[in-house]
């Protein structure tokens, strides 16, 4: 038993934080900022942030995710950050010559109480920042909120700072992505090309953290939103923003500046999520849905039908971001499976009255909590209460997988012992059956590897 | 670019590969830079700028203190409770991702898979955490019964002013258990190193010495600077155990606080990493008069030295027979891999920018295999690293240095080892060498470029430069490197693989040489049809 000490009793915690199912605001902020083209983020705190995201995000995508940092020593927390962020913006354009620098802060430069939207002020008047450049801020304390906020607090920033409505209406749908993998941005870009939409994906993190190998290091690889499809949003017909934590913040922002309207879904996992996402795009970007959709979604439904079997009744625990858990315990009460136990440290009210609304009369067993100490410490123990036959969630639940032999599907961040994250979408119905296609995998591989000799069948 | 097969007359100078890197520098970052760049010369005594901070802005491999001091001395300690008191993102990226194997007896605690934190939250950062962390610190004692407890302060926590210190004391008392915190805030110092610094210190006054142990063994020692990456210190300990040598305690793979606190016992200290901990090892020799050598247990070579000044300072007929007889064994099993290997690999050259004493150990494996380093460098090394120890007296203390506390150690009059302080004497006038350590650049080839605290671009340039067949680093490195084509090694991680020490590991490295030198993987970069002429197409169907 790896982790022997997980005792089965639940005591009240107040204080201490046991295995965290949430990380710090700054590494969204970052993950968000690499989703623009020539974008080099930058985090204005000691090198320690800096190079702590950026060894996650590298083990997660397995690509070079390139960031800078004041690198603030002893001194610069006294006097405050603003003598190292303006040098490090002239030699960051001097050196690495981005066309955009994202600078979030971090809980070192909140808490001297550094105010990044003056000292880009600065930059400017200063003249460090060279004609068609530019900086992009977000205040992203590690003390509030999540990663998730991070990653919301960076996508604001930027529209705030980019886009504008001209009073030339485009016929074009803005896409706010939500926190998700490279592959998911393609997925959501086929399924938008599928419906005759002309969009824009913000952030797309596609051909950015999913670079092909040619024997020459880009720095700045060839995907990402430009700056001018940002400031094109302003002018937009619509806005679909997914996941109201990642994404409810910009497409209030673009509403607010740009009068753009917006409407709010769940990031597309699963069946009725994604009927969702597909009808708000039908709507936004007034096109009817075509046969080839609902053929995919048919295709989903099979499968379904097909395997329910084993998939009913069974019970899962789950763990990660809110806009991810959400529509995926949808999807897993719409297959009849019984997701009991869900932890989301990201703090947010609407999550316990969401998730109560999607388990409600289905799933009545159910416990979830989210914000601080709804930690794995705390779904292990409930899983030592009473056992689950699956759990979903990132890299970390290997080590409750392995005590308590429970097979294991990972999903969310930061996977960093398996690789297809990035390759293969969960997102969509085709990403619906993928999630199948993985729980069904794990859940029949321990069947066959546990079944007495005379069950162990050939055909299942 | 330099012509690999003229490497053979020796290495090309690249002082022109330096100034075109400063080139592209601001002036001031140009000056500043030079003096981290040193065009190797072994036959004199140069200097090089290291352990100043980085300049911002410019894409380092460092990381910070509270990394240094978490992540070296008691991340890997698997018997004792880490606290990470600060908001959650500093614990949340130190849970396990130091890779260190341990290996707990049935029933022994193992802490490690587990991440603790107090996740401060804006009304902490307003009104202080002290009484966050002391609940929590309460909460934690409630459920895991640990016997000890540390407390690692994270940047806000330094700013706000929670006395981390005075809570320790306080919860030690209340408790009764060992408590004890550490002000390693990620400000603090230029890099990790003020981080390992501030962890032996920490370490030494609240953990060494607290425990006395019956004499287990005729030998005994301690090594120290160890970490465990892959087992290496499995392999290590298969080795002294066979040579009837007791380890007491690794400093700091596969390691205890139960046997960090009588490890004073020890006849002798062998300091592996120098950087990361020859601090614990003076303050041992100065306190309670246990001697220190530099040991290096990378390398097949390297490891039958460090064995046999081991057992020249024991000083024992039937050890030093006993570890003649396990070197020539494990050597021969060695050799018969490295002549296999060594034809296949011979002549590549090698890069390598890790840590604070690997890309120096490394070099003995290489060497093995005949490969060249032509460029290397530390990320958070002093210049004694590079240099040698003998500079210490005229390296500058700076403000930075300042920030860390310089323990008052003295003699502890009950447990001082007059025997081995005269065992010292002695032997040092036979001309056997303690506290010393030569450092890099005097076993580095003449023109090969040192670089301390390399980043981004320099990276790109030496690449370009160089066209190295290997380049060893981090995971930050790794796949900006792999994209050029250029395979790379993990030496923190060892990409999973390893263990890399003493005999067993060299066998493990000269076959993960073969597999990634001797590949053909990066053949299959270019596409088939890059150099082949264009189908010319045709709008008509032909049957």
Known sequence: MILRHTTKEVKERSALTVNPAKTCQPIGAMYAALGVHGCLPHSHGSQGCCSYHRSTLTRHYKEPVMASTSSFTEGSSVFGGQANLLQAIDNIFGI???????????????????????????????????????????????????????YANMVEAFIKYFSFNTNEKIRQVNLLSGWVEPSDMREIKRITEMMNIKSVLFPDTSDVLDTPMTGKYQMYPKGGTTVDEIVSMGNSMKTVAMGEWCSKKAAIMLDNKCKVPFSLTDIPIGLSATDRFVQALSTAGKVSIPDSISEERGRLVDVITDMHQY?????????????????????????????????????????????????????????????????????????????????????????????????????????????????????????????????????????????????????? | MPNKKNYTNGLPDPSELKEEILKKYPRKVAKKRAKAMVVNDPSEGQEIMANVRTIPGIITQRGCTYAGCKGVVLGPTRDIINI????????????????????????????????FSTDMQDENIVFGGEQKLKTAIREAFEIFKPSAISIFSTCPVGLIGDDVHAVA???????????????????????????????????????????????TGKFQVNLMGEYNIGGDAFEIERIFEECGITLLSTYSGNSTVESFAYSHTADLNMVMCHRSINYIAEMMEEKYGVPWIKVNFIGAESTA?????????????????????????????VKKVAEEVKPKVEGKLAMMFVGGSRAHHYQDLFNELGIKTVSAGYEF??????????????IKIDADTRNIEDLEVTKDEEHFRDDLVTKKTELEKEGYTFKDYQGMMPEMSKNALVVDDVNHWETEKLIDFYKPDIFCAGIKEKYVVQKYGVPLKQLHSYDYGGPYAAFGGAVNFYKEMERMLATNIWKLVDTPWKHEPEIVGSISIEA
């Not at chain 1, 690495?96 to 802060?105: C, E, G, L, Q, T």
């Not at chain 1, 880009?120 to 008047?125: E, L, T």
């Not at chain 2, 190193?193 to 607290?210: D, L």
């Open chain 2, 169 to 215: 004391r306080e919860m030690k008392a209340e408790l009764g258990i060992n408590i004890f915190g550490f002000s390693c805030e990620g400000y603090r110092g230029v890099s990790q190193s003020a981080g390992h610094h501030i962890a032996n210190n920490g370490i030494f006054k609240h953990v060494v010495g607290n425990t006395d142990r019956e004499r």
């Open chain 2, 84 to 115: 990470t008191h600060g908001p959650i993102g500093c614990g949340f990226y130190s849970w396990l991702t130091r890779r260190n194997q341990t290996k707990p007896a049935e029933g022994e605690d193992n802490y490690m898979p587990y991440a």
């Open chain 1, 96 to 150: 690495y010559d981005p066309d955009i620098i994202a600078v979030h802060s971090t809980c070192l430069s909140e808490t001297i109480g550094d105010d990044l939207g003056q000292i880009v002020g600065k930059a400017k008047d200063d003249g460090k920042i060279p004609e068609g450049k530019h900086v992009v801020q977000a205040s992203t304390p590690s003390y509030v909120g999540s990663h998730v906020t991070g």
């Open chain 1, 311 to 460: 998939l009913y009744g069974k019970r899962v625990a789950l763990w990660g971001d809110p806009d991810t858990l959400l529509p995926l315990v949808e999807f897993l009460v719409d297959i009849d499976m019984k997701p009991v136990y869900i932890v989301s440290g990201t703090p947010g009210k609407a999550f316990e009255k969401r998730m109560a609304e999607v388990l409600g009369e289905k799933v009545p067993e159910a416990k979830f909590k989210n914000g601080p100490q709804a930690d794995m410490f705390l779904m292990h123990q409930w899983i030592k209460e009473e056992p689950v036959d699956l759990l979903i969630g990132n890299t970390y639940g290997k080590y409750i997988s392995r005590d308590e032999g429970i097979p294991f599907v990972r999903m969310g961040f930061p996977i960093l012992d398996r690789i297809g994250h990035s390759y293969f979408p969960t997102v969509g119905y085709s990403g619906a059956i993928r999630i199948l296609e993985k729980m069904l995998g794990v859940l029949m591989d321990r069947q066959d590897a546990t079944a007495p000799e005379e069950s162990f069948e050939l055909v299942m």
């Open chain 2, 305 to 333: 030295k460090s064995l046999r000044k081991l057992a020249d300072y024991f000083g024992d007929d039937e050890l030093k027979a006993k570890v003649e007889e396990v070197i020539e064994r494990e050597m021969v099993k």
């Open chain 2, 381 to 394: 090394a002093h210049r004694d690293d590079y240099e040698g120890r003998e500079v210490i007296p005229n």
